[in-house]
């Protein structure tokens, strides 16, 4: 299965410590499942990319938005297994525009998901959920990663 985590918007030029930090997380995830992290210039642009796509099943998509379904990290390794043990191929996070998700894109969606109440920054969202991306896989192996508190 291949995790990729897009954004849509954000900065352009050299890579920060978010960058480097969402990197590690998503290589440590490579152990378990193909993993990559992708930007897009415009919602409209991630929507034609996605319907572009090949393979033999569409990919899953999760769209981050502070109205979506809060999950504990146990309910959402349990959900990323459960996606896998359907047969996904892909699975797609992606934090969207900074004016929030079209009718359309939700449409497209299977979930939409809140990282929480609290408005977070793009960039801190694609680190946050970079890490919760590694947790689900280490809870689902059962890697020592996760403790439960």
Do not use: N
Not at 3 to 10: F, K, S
Not at 17 to 30: H, I, K, N, W
Not at 51 to 64: F, N
């Amino acid at each position: 299965m291949k995790i990729t985590l897009a954004h849509v918007g954000g900065h352009r030029g050299s890579k920060d410590g978010f960058d480097q930090a969402v990197e590690e997380y998503l290589g440590r995830c490579s152990r378990f499942a193909h993993c990559a992290t992708v930007g897009f210039r415009s919602e409209a642009a991630l929507l034609q990319a996605r319907a572009r796509q090949r393979g033999r099943a569409p990919a899953v998509i999760v769209l981050l938005d502070g109205q979506g379904r809060q999950m504990t990290s146990e309910a959402f390794a349990a959900w990323l297994g459960a996606r896998r043990e359907a047969g996904a191929q892909e699975i797609l996070f992606a934090i969207g525009p900074a004016d929030g998700w079209s009718a359309e894109a939700r449409a497209r969606a299977e979930m939409v998901l809140s990282l929480g109440k609290m408005t977070i920054a793009h960039r801190l969202a694609r680190l946050v959920m970079a890490e919760q991306i590694y947790r689900a896989v280490t809870i689902l192996t059962g890697h020592p990663y996760h403790v439960g508190h």
